[in-house]
């Protein structure tokens, strides 16, 4: 990991949860850390970063550019190269399955540290599979599903916990209850989450093992 620029690129910086974490760098005002953002469109992104930075009064960060889609062997040496240039990527640009394949393969093969947002299981089995050997070889760690539907669950435990405790017991054993009505539901709430997060749930149905030969009409991709 010698002669890298950066200490990590930030992925899907022009998207909800990408300017989240271009806002949260920006705000940590870190010197020793060196980042940048990287995107697609640069006049978008270079609007979204002026954007997030004058808002919290501070300098826009490095844009690099590259298509997560590499369509040609040579997209796939720029985005190789922008890679290789980090020593940790950190990615926000899903759907998954859609983005996401290229890139963490890539980083596997370069040794980057990746991690990204997904709540696509079926992304990162595939992914698991396809460049867990790649990435020991590589020494670069992976990590999926960083605070997917997570936050909910362990403020709960926390909580309950913390009650159980106030009451002199302790808390043995947690189960979660998911159902089909649990999922349904998510779609009466309007606008409770951003397109790409409900194909991520598609995604997410649609690839499950035991109801793909149910909903087999449904595209696998898009
Ligand atoms: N972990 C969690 O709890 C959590 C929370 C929210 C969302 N998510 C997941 O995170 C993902 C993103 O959600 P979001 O709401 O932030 O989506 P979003 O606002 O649509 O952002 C998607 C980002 O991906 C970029 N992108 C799309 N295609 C690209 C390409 N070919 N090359 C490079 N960049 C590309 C977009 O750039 P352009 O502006 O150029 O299109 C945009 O920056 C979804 O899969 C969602 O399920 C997870």
Sequence with gaps: MTDKIYDVIIFGVTGFTGKLAVEYLLKKDDSSLKWAACARSE?????????????VDKPAPTLVIADLICQTAEDETKLRN????TKVV???????????????K????????????TGETSFFRHVIDQHDDKA????????????????PQDLTVFEMDKYAKSKGCKVRSIAIRRSLLTFLS?????????????????FGFTSSRKLRPW??????QL
């Design 43 to 55: 006049s978008r992104a270079m609007a979204t970063l002026k954007e997030i930075a004058d808002s």
């Design 82 to 85: 922008i890679v290789a240039s």
């Design 90 to 104: 950190i990615t926000a640009a899903g759907p998954f399955e859609k983005y996401g394949i290229t890139l963490h």
């Design 106 to 117: 890539l980083c596997a093969e370069e040794g980057v540290h990746y991690a990204d947002i």
């Design 136 to 151: 020991r070889t590589s020494k670069a760690t992976l990590v999926s599903h960083c605070g997917n539907d997570c936050i």
């Design 186 to 202: 998510l779609f009466r709430v309007k606008f409770i989450f951003t397109v790409p997060t409900y194909f991520a749930i598609f």
């Design 215 to 220: 909903i087999c009409f449904l595209p696998r």
